[in-house]
């Protein structure tokens, strides 16, 4: 593809509640298990963010709220001082490339492994069904359990948690937060009949498996304002074994209710999560983008002309790239001059060092190295 489409839509400034983006290219949140002991971000990770700063916002990997949230080896976190200490390191040289970073807040739920949680307990989700699947614990890959089904009273802990998180982030210099309700994790257990079986006010009607998002989303708004919160949905996405009867009679009612808070952007995950963008063809997302009152960004295995063609033709306001953003660092200025991209090597996706991570050249630094 040539470059004449370097003045695409794509290329051009967005408000996005309080922020202005200076293009619609956003690094989607990436899990890459590079944390140091406490789950502490460091120069490392400093260094891996700042070089893909020219993107048009920056959303942090998933960040565990607490050691409860935690289901993966080598994840941040962001409940200590010193975690918010470490992504201040990483918020910092963000800032000090001209870039805006916000942070994923993360609850895995039943995703998790008694091996990473406080005391080796069981992992926690709305109702005991055990995920298919292995979770990545720090000797390797082991069965996920069956869950501890919460008690009622225990939710509300978990609601300020995500306050604390969301304090704790702005202690760090992010620019906003987005609630991770995607992928299978707590909140979208809560959302889905698959796994949520409670007899509670969290669970049976839509109503009511709508609440801890809502009661989430509630807290955190005012820590940040909904102008500067974001939501991520990935509505078909089977991702960790979750499954509903009817997505759609959950994701209309959801986007409506969470209008109130005037969120500056959800963020759609499209088909399944990092492969197949078209497992279920017939889902409305127009529809649910038509009904939300902030800005729509959509992920999940764009390229240049997808992207270019997606915000160009208004079904999309901004677009996330995932896989994309490991390789090259300079996404934005590649996509806008029509450059090659380099293929991410995925033995270095997970856990590791700088190999795999920092060391993907920009553009300009291949050809001055080559030179
Ligand atoms: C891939 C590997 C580990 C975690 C998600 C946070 O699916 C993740 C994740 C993805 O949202």
Redesign the pocket.
Same mark, same amino acid.
């Given at each position: 593809m040539s470059n004449d489409n370097a003045a695409a839509e794509l290329f051009q400034p967005v408000r996005m509640g309080a922020l202005t983006l200076p293009n619609r290219v956003v690094m989607a949140?990436l /899990?890459r298990s590079r944390a140091g002991a406490g789950d502490v971000q460091g120069p490392l990770n400093a260094t891996y963010y700042a070089q893909r700063a020219s993107a048009g916002l920056i959303i942090s990997e998933?960040t565990n709220i607490t050691q409860q949230g935690k289901g $993966?080896a080598f994840t941040p976190g962001i409940w200590s001082d010193e975690q918010v200490a470490g992504w201040r390191s990483v918020t910092d040289a963000v800032h000090a490339r001209g870039g805006r970073i916000v942070c994923q807040l993360?609850h895995v739920g039943r995703i998790s492994h008694p091996s990473l949680q406080p005391n080796g307990a069981l992992p926690v989700a709305p109702s005991a069904v055990q995920p298919k699947g292995n979770a990545f614990t720090e000797t390797g890959f082991q069965p996920h359990v069956t869950p501890r089904a919460l008690e009622t009273d225990e939710i509300a802990g978990i609601v300020s948690d995500y306050r604390h998180a969301a304090e704790q982030a702005k202690r760090a210099g992010f620019d906003g937060v987005e609630i991770?309700a995607?992928?299978g994790y707590l909140i979208d257990q809560f959302l889905r009949d698959g796994t949520n079986k409670r007899t509670d006010r969290y669970g049976g009607s839509v109503e009511n498996r709508l609440r801890l998002l809502l009661e989430v989303t509630e807290i955190v708004t005012g820590v940040w304002g909904g102008e500067r919160t974001g939501l991520r949905l990935s509505p078909v996405s089977p991702?960790n074994d979750i499954s509903d009867s009817d997505p759609m009679a959950v994701f209309g009612p959801a986007v409506d209710a969470v209008n109130r808070f005037n969120l500056a952007y959800v963020h759609f995950v499209e088909g399944a /999560?990092g492969g197949d963008r078209n497992v279920a063809p017939d889902f409305d997302f127009a529809a649910l983008r038509r009904a939300f009152n902030g800005l729509t960004m959509m992920n999940n295995g764009y390229d240049r002309d997808l992207a270019v063609s997606a915000v160009r033709e208004g079904r999309a306001d901004l677009i996330a790239f995932g896989r994309p953003y490991i390789a090259n660092p300079d996404l934005v200025e590649r996509l806008r001059s029509g450059a090659p991209l380099a293929k991410p090597d995925n033995a270095t996706f $997970?856990g590791g060092d700088a190999h795999g991570y920092t060391d993907y050249p920009a553009l300009g630094e291949e050809q001055l190295n080559a030179a």
């Open positions: 949140p /899990t998933a $993966y993360w991770h995607a992928n991702a /999560t $997970y």
